[in-house]
C-alpha cells in the first residue's frame, strides 16, 4: 500500500465514524486539488506537532509520511506544486 493510500484510508476510517463519504484515489488534477489543501494543512507546523504534543521522532515520522503523499501526488498531478500555489486555488 502506497503513502496516499495509507493517508487516505486513515482519512476514510476516520470520516467513517462521522458517516461522511470517503475520499476516493485521485486520477486527475481536479481530484488532486483538495488532497493538496489537506495535506499543506497537515503540514503547518502546529498540525506536524500536535501543537507541541509529539516528540520530534514522531514529527519526523509524520513529516516524512506526509511528504511522501505529497510527492505521490503530484506525480498524478503531472509536476511538482509548491504550497503557496495550494493556498491560491
Sequence with gaps: ???LQKYLKAHNDWQAL???APIAMP???QECKPLFARLAADLSPENLCCDGELP???????????NACWK?????FGRK???GEVWSW
Design 72 to 76: 505521490e501526488l503530484e506525480s498524478i
Design 56 to 66: 520530534y521522532a514522531q514529527v519526523e515520522i509524520k513529516a516524512r509520511h506526509l
Design 27 to 29: 486520477t486527475n488534477r
Design 18 to 20: 462521522f458517516n461522511e
Design 1 to 3: 500500500m502506497s503513502a
Design 81 to 83: 506544486v509548491d504550497e
